[in-house]
C-alpha cells in the first residue's frame, strides 16, 4: 500500500483475497493508493477515505449491490464500479440506478477500471448485436431479473419462477453464457 497524502485512493471490494492483493498491485503501480475489503461492513468502514470503489457483484453471500447503494447515500461523491463474472442486463441496470457510474466484467486489466472512473458520459458508437441471446444466454438473464426483483432471495425467487429452490441455486451457480 502507498502512502503519499496526494494520491488518490481507490477501494476493492472482493471476497476474493488473492485478486484483491493482484489487483491492488497492479493499481498501486498505476500510482493510486489502494485499499481492500473482503466484506461489506468492512468497505462501509473504510469507503470514506476512497475517492473510487469497486465493487464485486457476488462478495461471499453478499450482494454488492446492497453495498454499493448504502454507499452512494453515504459518499454521494464516491464513484463506484462493478466488477463481476456473473454479468446480466439487470444486475446492470440495478447497479447503474444504485448508484454505480460503470460496470466492468472479470477479467479486467488495471487500465480498464481507471478508464472507467474517467468516462463521465455514455458512448452513442457502443456496436449493437446483430443476432438475438441465445436461448440460455436468455434464460439466465431472466432468472437474473426475476432474483433482482426479489432482493436477491433465492426462495422467493424460485417460488415466483416456479422451479425447487436447489434447481435455481444450481442454475445460478453456473457461469452465464456469453450470448
Known amino acids: 500500500m ?12 472482493d471476497d476474493d483475497k488473492v485478486f484483491c492483493e493482484t489487483m491492488a498491485r497492479a493499481l498501486g503501480r498505476l500510482d493510486y493508493r489502494i485499499l481492500t475489503a473482503n466484506n461489506s461492513d468492512d468497505a462501509t ?11 464485486d457483484l457476488r462478495i461471499g453471500e453478499e450482494s454488492g449491490l446492497n453495498l454499493i447503494d448504502t454507499l452512494h447515500h453515504q459518499y454521494p461523491e464516491l464513484r463506484m464500479i462493478v466488477l463481476t463474472g456473473f454479468s446480466s442486463i439487470a444486475t446492470a441496470v440495478e447497479a447503474i440506478k444504485l448508484g454505480a457510474v460503470h460496470y466492468l466484467t472479470k477479467p479486467t486489466e488495471a487500465i480498464d477500471i481507471v478508464n472507467a472512473f474517467a468516462k463521465t458520459h455514455g458512448n452513442t458508437n457502443i456496436d449493437i448485436d446483430a443476432q438475438p441471446m441465445s436461448v440460455n444466454r436468455l434464460e439466465w438473464e431472466h432468472l437474473q431479473r426475476v432474483l433482482t426483483e426479489h432482493d436477491g432471495n433465492i426462495s422467493a425467487a424460485a417460488r415466483a419462477l416456479g422451479m425447487h429452490r436447489r434447481t435455481l441455486q444450481r442454475k445460478l451457480q453456473k457461469k452465464p453464457v456469453s450470448r
Open 45 to 55: 468502514n473504510i469507503a470514506g477515505e476512497a475517492n473510487y470503489a469497486v465493487i
Open 2 to 13: 502507498n502512502d503519499v497524502t496526494n494520491q488518490e485512493t481507490i477501494l476493492l471490494v
